[in-house]
């Protein structure tokens, strides 16, 4: 069993920036892909970003430029760092690693 806790979430201002963090509860294979999908209200889940063991990374056309995806491997960790935000980004967004997945933490963008 592997248990996925993510933070970093909350209410932000159209433009500004979130860091999400999401931390294994225990060892992963380090060459088993990770990463963030996020569901929107009333919409269906939808990937955000993903993250080979080797570093290689693939994001969804609508955040590419704004957000990064990063892991440690040593401290079984991903992150998602969300720059320029929009209401649009408004979701929850949850960590994925294997068919395991965390409780997922609310992002919302409003003025």
């Known amino acids: 069993q592997v248990q996925l806790v993510e933070s970093g979430g909350g209410l932000v201002q159209p433009g500004g920036s979130l860091r999400l963090s999401c931390v294994a509860s225990?060892?992963?294979?380090?060459?088993?892909?990770m990463g963030w999908y996020r569901q929107p209200p009333g919409k269906a889940r939808e990937l955000v970003a993903a993250?080979?063991?080797?570093?290689?990374?693939n994001y969804a056309d609508s955040v590419k430029g704004r957000f990064t995806i990063s892991r440690d491997n040593a401290k079984n960790t991903v992150t998602l760092q969300m720059n320029s935000l929009q209401p649009e980004d408004t979701a929850v967004y949850y960590c994925?690693?294997?068919?395991?997945w965390g409780q997922g933490t609310q992002v919302t963008v409003s003025s």
């Open positions: 994925n690693y294997m068919d395991y």
């Open positions: 225990r060892s992963l294979f380090s060459f088993v892909a």
């Open positions: 993250i080979t063991g080797r570093g290689s990374t």
